[in-house]
Each structure stands twice: as structure tokens, then as C-alpha cells.
């Protein structure tokens, strides 16, 4: 093993592995692969420490606060099944007279329907984070605070009115996302211009923030009578002034379902999402059911609906 100085001999002619050139204060070793590899340097002065940054300013917490979601199967049109316990439903027909018309069939949302179909179908007592549960076989006379007897079994108070996760996961600053029964002029059959049935009560958008961002999933079954069918799936959205004067109503749709060869007759489960922003407060205000429009006569049957508010 032999040592040069590059500043003698340069890069040497003839090195061989284990070699070192020394250059300046560094030193290289000749590998086996034939190059020079760096081997150890001098060690430099230590570097000063920098002073310690000031500390920043906490930010404020975000005003809109976290999102949250409810879900319910309180459709009127619902009178069998229960909301995530099952997938059966009733029957609503769109009939030939609809697609003449180009009519869209809404989903109302009632009370009745609500408290028959949001039981809770889990044991209570999973957990604190968990939604208020069912208590199946319940003594009558040794019930939870906020819990009440409905046949044989008790259910949380808090469902009634509210969903099926009785309010547990909602955004923050609202009580309700569902206006159950409601009857205002946008629960009205429409003749004109956007064509709908008349259906009571909305989703709720109202405690909600100008910025918002909402998903709308509608879960229901269909049922083609004729094959090449296209089924249009979206919102009923009216938007309002202050005082609940309709500023404009308009179809909010999504993606077109196709039903083609071999459909006819059977039943699929759909779950289709519609968005929405909430850019004004008329759009915080606004009124909305779920809908469908179709181009040949169907069979569908409503479900469930899962309302997400996005922040």
C-alpha cells in the first residue's frame, strides 16, 4: 500500500486497491472497483449555534369547527325495513304518465316514518364515542336516563326527530340535518318548469355555514320493467331568501344510471352521492329531497339517506 501527495505526483499511473491519495487535508483510498473513494477529511471548526427562532403565534381555532354526518330511512314511502339493518323497501312506482311528463318523483320525509324506521338496531353500551344503542329485552322499571320502552325492547329518546346515530356524529353547531314533516311551499307539486310531486319535509342546511361542503348518498332499490332504461338521480334544491321566499329551484343531479339487456324484472341497490356547496345564504336556507327521474316505467324503493357535511 503506497501514499502520494496530489500535489506531487497527481493521480498516480499505476495504483492498486489500498492505496491512498492525500489532497489537501482529504484523503481517497483506490478501491477494488478501480476509483477513488473518499477516505477521511480533517475535521473543519465547529460552526457557531444560531439563535433559537421566537415562537410563532398559536392560530386561531377554525370557526366552522369539524364536520359530521346523520343517516335516516324515515321516507314516507318506507313502510317496511328498518334504516341499516336492512335492505327491503316498498314499492313506489314511476309510471308512464311520469316519463310523458318528464316529471320527477321525490322522496319525502316524515315523522311517522322516522320514529318506525331509526331505531337502533346495535346493543347499547359500546362504548362513549359510540351512538346510543338498543336495549333488547328491557326491564321496564330499570331503564337508563333518556331511554323508553317501545314493546319489549327500550330505545334512546335522542333518535326521535333526529337519525339513527341520534345526533351523536353531527357537525359541529348543528342539532339537526333533517326537517322531518316539514310543509312549506317547496313541499308542493310542481306543474311548471322543473316538474315534481309534492312531498313533505328536507334536509336541513340551515345550522349549517356559508363555505360548507354536503354530500347527499340516497340508498334504494330499483326495479326496470323494460330494458335500456336511464335513470337520472339527484336533488330537488330550492334555494331561499332570509324570510323563506324561493329564490330558485332546480334539479341538482348526478350521474345517470343505465339499466341495458337482461335488467328487466330484477332489483338493484343503488347508492348514489349528489353534492352541494354552500356558497351563499341562500344555499344555507335552501330546501332539498332526494329524486329520480327516469325514462321508461320503474319500481323503487326508498331506503336510507346518508347526510355528510364536509369542513
Known amino acids: 500500500m503506497a501514499t502520494y501527495d496530489y500535489e506531487v505526483v497527481g493521480f498516480p499511473t499505476n495504483p492498486v486497491a489500498g ?6 487535508t482529504s484523503e481517497y483510498i483506490y478501491s477494488d472497483k478501480g476509483t477513488w473513494d473518499a477516505s477521511r477529511g480533517a475535521q473543519g471548526p465547529q460552526g457557531v449555534q444560531g439563535e433559537q427562532g421566537e415562537q410563532g403565534l398559536q392560530g386561531d381555532s377554525g370557526s366552522a369547527g369539524k364536520g359530521g354526518y346523520e343517516l335516516t330511512g324515515g321516507f314516507t314511502d318506507r313502510t317496511t325495513g328498518t334504516a341499516g339493518a336492512s335492505d327491503i323497501g316498498t314499492d313506489v312506482e314511476y309510471t308512464q304518465a311520469m316519463v310523458d311528463s ?4 321525490r322522496f319525502g320525509l316524515g315523522t311517522t316514518a322516522q320514529l318506525a324506521n331509526d331505531k337502533p338496531y346495535w346493543s347499547n353500551g359500546g362504548s ?4 346510543a344503542g338498543a336495549i333488547y329485552s328491557a326491564d321496564a322499571n330499570n331503564l337508563p336516563s333518556g331511554f323508553s320502552m317501545v314493546g319489549g325492547n327500550a330505545y334512546p329518546d335522542s333518535y326521535q326527530g333526529t337519525g339513527l346515530f341520534s345526533g351523536e356524529y353531527m357537525p359541529e353547531g348543528a342539532s339537526n340535518l333533517f326537517a322531518f314533516g316539514e310543509s312549506t311551499s317547496y313541499n308542493n307539486e310542481s306543474t311548471s318548469g322543473t ?3 309534492a312531498a313533505e319535509g328536507s334536509y336541513r342546511m340551515d345550522e349549517l355555514k ?11 332499490n330499483l326495479t326496470p320493467q323494460f330494458a335500456n332504461t336511464t335513470v337520472e338521480v339527484g336533488l330537488i334544491w330550492q334555494t331561499r331568501d332570509a324570510v323563506g321566499n324561493p329564490t330558485f329551484t332546480f334539479a341538482l343531479t348526478g350521474e ?3 339499466y341495458g339487456a337482461g335488467t328487466t324484472g330484477r332489483t338493484f341497490l343503488n347508492r348514489p352521492i349528489m353534492t352541494a356547496y354552500l356558497a351563499s345564504e341562500e344555499d344555507v336556507n335552501a330546501r332539498a ?9 320503474i319500481f323503487v324503493q326508498p331506503l336510507t339517506t346518508l347526510f355528510r357535511v364536509g369542513r
Not at 356559508?210 to 348518498?217: K, L, N, Y
Open 289 to 297: 329531497l332526494p329524486a329520480i327521474r327516469s325514462d321508461q316505467p
Open 195 to 197: 316538474k315534481y310531486n
Open 128 to 131: 362513549e364515542e359510540e351512538a
Open 102 to 105: 318528464e316529471t320527477w318523483l
Open 256 to 258: 345517470p344510471l343505465f
Open 210 to 220: 356559508v363555505g360548507d361542503f354536503c354530500q347527499f348518498r340516497f340508498d334504494f
Open 19 to 24: 492505496d491512498i491519495l492525500q489532497v489537501g
